[in-house]
């Protein structure tokens, strides 16, 4: 059945690249680039310049006969080019800006200056790009703020390039592709050009604001502002700035998330998003990763939330929404930089990340970036100590052609004194309580992650691309677990369990994208054909251990009897997927967004120890999206959309044995944007309601964990609000807020209007850093950050509520062209608080004040 899977996916790409051989020819296009040669000097403020650019076309270029040469040359003057494309391309000390026409002849510059931004008008062309009629790119270079590319009025093109502390250094040169300039910072003795820290063409995820091109969107290269959906990028300078040690300490940036907790491993990362939770699946680099699957921040360059289910995009699951980390990637010029960070409770973390060309030609690039973690615990007996190493290369096979190749490894073990059950008593209890057995306990784990990714491009409108993905792991723990506490409120029952698990998943994807017209719609098209499969077998054992008063715990008990076997299963299923999503322009400023996919999955959970089947399921379903994209003015989207998804049941099962329904899911969205102080802030808007059938949970009426019940129908609506990027040059801010209600709607046995486990109905956060611009004091900064999360229901049906907090935590640093230091100070009023699950099963303490120290040098 797998080859049959394989051979499908074979001619479907061969499919994908006849495809787009046919339509290779359409829409070649010249360039004019935007160069650096020779001085170009800039008028006083006020003025103006013209600079003709008069390539005289050969006879055979010539379309129509003239009667004059005046008439020839009245006719070029009114013709309008258009301008279809936009890139930026960062040199060693200057930014080149290229232009994309379908004519680079007969264009005509105007030049002025106004304070520090260097204006070139270029009348009798037009911008129109496929994401709109606006590009733009904030701090694409060292001494660089912004470049804006815009449609001035109806048949000029303004191109404005602003300099961050003075007008940029801007040289000419004349070449056959046509006019060439490119613009560089006036550099002073205390500002040195920065090292680049991102691949020349893409966005910088370094600085503390929102990147405009996004991934997990639309799967297309697009600005924010043109998805109709909810999106959050947090760049990797943020997590930096918050002294964050785990990955899911980023969800204090987000509107409407939560962290799941009690759950998985110490690397381990799960969220509840809009009140519902993911089951420890999330995305790397758009692959999906299940069973806890671990991340290290080494290389790790921003994270995506995508809010609302993603099914047309990566497939059944993800019913209200996704996260999604992206990598490093490897670097045209070189880059080494060295971080070692220390802190409180034995915490020490060295890493490395080094990247640049391994020939002189530069087609052969490396990124390789590698950690080593050791640290104790706030709880008694707690460690970890943990490895991580993630080489990755990319090969330029042409001018059209690349092929990227990464791979993880992640190791550790693992001493956790894990979460508390779910009962009110344990708020009593010292956080520093270790419910385990010290001498027992461990957890070892190792991931691998294997990525190809092979892209061509036929034409600047048409690309091929084929991935593939594989992740195994190998999980072994042992432990004294914590069952339930007795009717004296002080003895915690336990059991030792020793168990093993292996996760294998892979994902093949053939995806063929492109850009065209009919009529005067703008299509931006993306056909996709994938398989993925997922194997998940493991093993438990237990047996009796003695109980521990959680008041006054005496440690040293051992297992009282001869392991008995729990279970022995594997979990499985294989699933190919085929969707088609168009981005279609009916006007500049109205684009409509529309897609299916079709899901056909088998899965199968089965008894290894007698080699029988305990639940076998094959589902077959439409995943549709639709969403429409207004804007009434540049700085303006008003946008409404409609999606659904539904989940496969094949890794549980009821109380009677049988195998569950899928759960189907719907979300109904709309929302605003709005850039804010130029376009340095970014506000963002939503309102909206998700509808889930069919919902699984744990059954409160069984002590055993892999019970489970299907409530009926669950639903939670909500309103989101998330601002971040830059009020004032030197100080950042990301604020947000989220009403969430998620409710039992229907269910046979849990009363209605009960709230669903580990959801805040109110939750906010502010985060603000200011760095001094200029002077001695110059790279000097602070922040400071507030956490605000409601209480939560923790069980269904709800028995008790996990109290509110407030947290805050506070950072001073220093920056430099080498060096950064960073001092973090986490929950500054050693607050006592929980968090918790949507299962309702755990409570979770969380780290008293915290001191985190980190330096890093670059060369």
Request: glycine share 8%.
């Amino acid at each position: 059945m797998k080859l049959g899977h394989f051979s499908y996916l074979g001619i479907a790409g061969i499919i994908c690249l006849l495809c787009s051989e046919s339509v290779q020819a359409q829409g070649k296009e010249k360039l004019v680039q935007i160069h650096l040669n020779r001085e170009y000097t800039v008028p006083k403020e006020g003025t103006k310049a013209e600079v003709p650019i008069t390539q005289i076309p050969q006879i055979s270029d010539i379309q129509r006969p003239h009667t004059s040469v005046k008439d020839w040359l009245t006719q070029l003057q009114n013709q309008v080019i258009l301008v279809t494309g936009v890139s930026l391309n960062t040199r060693e000390n200057s930014l080149e800006v290229t232009l994309e026409t379908s004519s680079s002849d007969h264009l005509q510059t105007v030049v002025k200056s106004e304070g520090n931004n260097f204006i070139v008008d270029i009348p009798n062309a037009q911008l129109k790009l496929s994401s709109g009629e606006l590009f733009r790119q904030e701090k694409p270079s060292a001494g660089i703020t912004d470049v804006v590319v815009t449609n001035h009025d109806a048949n000029t093109i303004r191109v404005t390039v602003t300099g961050e502390t003075s007008l940029p250094k801007v040289e000419l040169d004349d070449s056959d592709k046509g006019l060439i300039f490119v613009v560089a910072p006036v550099t002073t003795s205390t500002q040195q050009p920065q090292i680049p820290d991102t691949p020349p063409t893409q966005p910088s995820a370094q600085d503390d604001q929102p990147i405009e091109l996004v991934v997990t969107g639309t799967r297309f290269e697009v600005p924010i502002q043109d998805a109709p959906q909810s999106i959050q990028v947090i760049p990797r300078q943020v997590l930096e700035d918050r002294g964050v040690v785990r990955l899911d300490e980023f969800t204090d940036n987000v509107s409407g998330i939560q962290r799941l907790t009690g759950g998985a491993g110490p690397g381990s990362s799960g969220f509840i998003i809009r009140g519902f939770a993911d089951d420890y699946e999330t995305l790397r680099n758009g692959f999906r990763t299940q069973g806890g699957f671990a991340r290290d921040l080494a290389n790790i360059d921003r994270v995506e939330v995508l809010k609302g289910p993603a099914a047309i995009l990566y497939g059944s699951g993800f019913q209200s929404g996704t996260v999604n980390t992206i990598t490093k990637k490897p670097l045209e010029d070189p880059l080494y930089e060295v971080k070692a960070t220390f802190g409180s409770y034995s915490f020490y973390r060295g890493e490395v990340d080094f990247t640049g060309p391994l020939t002189q030609s530069g087609s052969l690039l490396y990124r390789l970036n590698a950690s080593y973690q050791n640290e104790g615990s706030f709880r008694d007996f707690g460690r970890y100590a943990g490895t991580f190493i993630a080489p990755a290369l990319t090969w330029k096979l042409g001018d059209r052609t690349t092929l990227n190749i990464d791979y993880e490894n992640f190791t550790y073990e693992s001493v956790s004194a894990g979460a508390f059950r779910a009962d009110p008593r344990f708020f009593n209890v010292r956080r520093s309580f270790y419910q385990g057995e010290p001498d027992l306990d461990l957890e070892t784990y190792s991931a691998n992650s294997l990525t190809y990714e092979f892209e061509h491009r036929f034409s600047d409108n048409w690309q091929f691309k084929q991935t593939f993905n594989r992740i195994w792991q190998e999980i072994s723990a042992k432990r004294a677990s914590r069952r339930a506490l007795q009717a004296d409120g002080e003895t915690l029952n336990r059991r030792y369990t020793v168990a093993d698990a292996d996760v294998n998943n892979l994902t093949f994807r053939n995806e063929l994208f492109g850009k065209f017209n009919t009529g005067s719609l703008r299509h931006n098209l993306l056909f996709g054909v994938e398989y993925s499969h997922l194997d998940y077998p493991g093993k438990s054992f237990s047996t009796a251990i003695d109980p521990i008063n959680i008041f006054n715990p005496r440690y040293g008990a051992r297992p009282t009897g001869e392991l008995s076997l729990d279970y022995f299963e594997t979990y499985g299923n294989d699933v190919v997927g085929i969707y088609v999503q168009d981005l279609i322009e009916v006007l500049p400023n109205l684009k409509i967004a529309a897609g299916v996919r079709f899901d056909s999955s088998t899965g199968s959970n089965e008894n290894l120890q007698t080699n029988t089947i305990i639940n076998e399921v094959s589902d077959s379903q439409f995943s549709p999206r639709l969403g429409i994209v207004y804007q009434p003015s540049d700085t303006t989207t008003l946008y409404a959309s409609w999606s659904n998804s539904f989940t496969p049941q094949i890794y549980g099962r009821n109380s009677r044995g049988g195998a569950f329904k899928p759960i189907t899911s719907e979300q109904l969205e709309v929302g605003i944007r709005q850039e804010l102080f130029d376009r340095r802030l970014l506000a963002g808007l939503a309102l909206y309601q998700i509808t889930r059938q069919n919902v699984v949970t744990d059954d409160p009426n069984s002590d055993d964990f892999l019970d489970r019940i299907q409530t009926g129908e669950q639903r939670s609506r909500g309103i989101e609000l998330d601002i971040s990027g830059e009020i004032s040059p030197g100080w950042k801010i990301i604020t947000t807020y989220a009403y969430t209600d998620a409710v039992v709607t229907k269910d046979n046995e849990i009363p209605v209007g009960d709230r669903l486990g580990g959801v805040p109905y109110n939750s906010a956060s502010l985060w603000t850093t200011y760095e001094i611009q200029k002077g001695n004091l110059q790279g000097f900064g602070g922040g400071f950050g507030l956490v605000y999360v409601g209480d939560r229901a923790n069980t269904i049906p709800n028995e008790f509520t996990t109290p509110s907090y407030l947290r805050a935590d506070a950072v001073l640093f220093y920056r430099s062209d080498r060096y950064d230091i960073n001092l973090n100070f986490k929950n500054l009023s050693n607050l006592k608080y929980f968090d918790t699950n949507s299962y309702g099963d755990s409570l979770s303490v969380q780290e008293p004040f915290t001191v985190i120290g980190s330096f890093s040098y670059r060369f």
